[in-house]
């Protein structure tokens, strides 16, 4: 196994562990009001990714016969990896049931093959254990799910894909259950369909490249996009609770700003599991955040583009710039961190990540925000490789006809990518990369936008040093 990419794999588990521990307090704080007696399974759904989680991390680093806990760590760890990964199924299964509160006579149906599987998938652990350990090895060659060799390394036993099929019959049995229980009117369906849809492509490019892990990640996601639709139903209840609990209007306010907050610091780290796949430092979110917050700020006070900057737009453009290449989910890692020159199929598959980008900011925020800030972060997302002569993608939009959150999230997106580190080129100097952003203005960039943000030098430059000495 390549050990830089189990490395990586680890870095993915660490973010997905952080952003479910982010989801936490929200629901504990829905816990301490006893409100919403179906979080109670989203708890669960969250306890059991982090587990998932967990496990997956011991496995990137347990192989080898170096050390005895090594030795211990990776059968047990993979035992807990399949065992927890398929009740985040099963609890996701019933969230989806009580979350949903009126009666259909399909819920009882889904209900039971969803126990009938996860028995069925629990039998098959066992008679794995039984394979590995306990039948004489010249009798018995086949394992079920995985095997550990004599070098203690983890491989995919010949029945593997039975876990994949199991799999896949909770992601149909998800779809059963949102299509025909579900009114066509519910606000929350396209965030429960982003559960069947983001997964899936996961556990579909770790199929198909074995030694990526992007089962946990895509759960995480999901779990995520989830979190979010029930979010105004938590915000909802909670009013409906502190009216019982007869506190102010202004502490109730409170509580919502400190949901809000929580999901804003969690599509943060959401972004950077995204970006940790391809960008060395992880921290390329949260400058080109900074970036951008600078270069429109000071277009607002020269004047520039009066008509569209203004502070709330502002506001606006910071908070979504975390998610303008949130589509990466979709590329494979083969493609992502590939160190040499990219062939022209696999540069057409990187330009996907804009318009899927654009789809999913739209499923994850959905109608929970502001309707200009959901406009301004899909803008981000789809528009920021266009060009302002349009030879850029994925629409050849040219000047203004390309939309300015867009045009203002190229020049930071661009600069930081030239001076930081990827796996395919070492960074370069501040003189060289405001030499190429010149170079650009009028060909690639805004040319007001480049010559505002050359007047920034030192700003810009302080920003990224920030980073580097962890100083934010």
């Known amino acids: 196994m390549n050990v830089s990419l189990n490395y990586i794999n680890l870095a993915l588990d660490i973010y997905s562990i952080i952003i479910c521990g982010i989801m936490l307090v929200p629901l504990l704080i829905n816990a301490k009001y006893n409100i919403s007696s179906n979080k109670h399974w989203l708890l669960n759904m969250i306890l059991t990714c982090i587990v998932l989680c967990l496990s997956d991390g011991i496995n990137w680093i347990s192989e080898g016969t170096d050390s005895t806990w090594k030795i211990i760590a990776l059968p047990l760890s993979n035992y807990a990896l399949f065992i927890s990964g398929i009740f985040a199924f099963y609890f996701y299964i019933k969230y989806l049931i009580a979350f949903f509160q009126y009666e259909n006579k399909y819920k009882k149906i889904c209900w039971n093959i969803c126990r009938a599987m996860t028995w069925l998938f629990i039998i098959f652990i066992f008679l794995n254990i039984l394979c590995e350990y306990y039948l004489p090895s010249d009798l018995v060659k086949k394992s079920i799910f995985f ?20 799999k896949m019959i909770f992601y149909l049995e998800s779809f059963f259950l949102i299509t025909l229980i579900v009114r066509k009117s519910e606000k929350h369906v396209i965030g429960f369909y ?20 992007l089962t946990c990640a895509g759960l995480t996601l999901a779990f995520f996009i989830i979190f979010l639709s029930s979010n105004r139903q938590l915000i909802e209840n909670l009013d409906d609770s502190n009216k019982e609990l007869s506190l102010s209007k202004k502490e109730i306010k409170e509580k919502e700003k400190e949901i809000i907050k929580i999901q804003d610091r969690t599509i943060i780290s959401l972004s950077n599991l995204v970006e940790n796949r391809d960008v060395d430092t992880g921290e390329h979110v949260k400058r080109t955040r900074d970036y951008v917050e600078l270069l429109a700020t000071q277009c607002f006070k020269e004047g520039f583009y009066k008509n569209i900057i203004t502070p709330q737009f502002i506001e606006f453009l910071k908070k979504a ?16 961190k590939k160190p040499g020159k990219l062939t022209n199929l696999e540069y057409d598959l990187i330009k996907v990540h804009t318009t899927e980008g654009g789809r999913i900011v739209n499923e994850i925020f959905g109608d929970e925000y502001d309707a200009d800030y959901i406009k301004v972060a899909i803008e981000i997302a789809t528009y920021h490789h266009e060009k302002w002569n349009g030879k850029g993608y994925p629409s050849g939009l040219s000047g203004d006809a390309i939309p300015l959150s867009a045009r203002i999230m ?19 100097t501040y003189e060289r990369a405001f030499e190429i952003i010149e170079e650009g203005a009028g060909k690639d960039f805004d040319p007001i936008l480049v010559s505002v943000f050359l007047k920034c030098k030192n700003s810009v430059i302080q920003i990224n040093e920030s980073y580097k000495n962890n100083k934010l």
């Open 410 to 428: 190229a020049v930071a997106d661009v600069f930081d990518a030239l001076v930081s580190p990827r796996c395919y080129k070492e960074p370069m």
């Open 321 to 336: 710039a975390p998610t303008h290449d949130i589509g990466k989910i979709v590329i494979s890692d083969t493609i992502l």
């Open 194 to 213: 982003s559960f069947i849809f983001i997964p899936l492509v996961a556990e579909a490019i770790q199929f198909t490249h074995y030694g990526i892990g």
């Open 147 to 166: 095997v550990i060799t004599k070098d203690n390394v983890y491989q995919r036993g010949d029945l593997y894909f039975i876990s994949i099929l199991i």
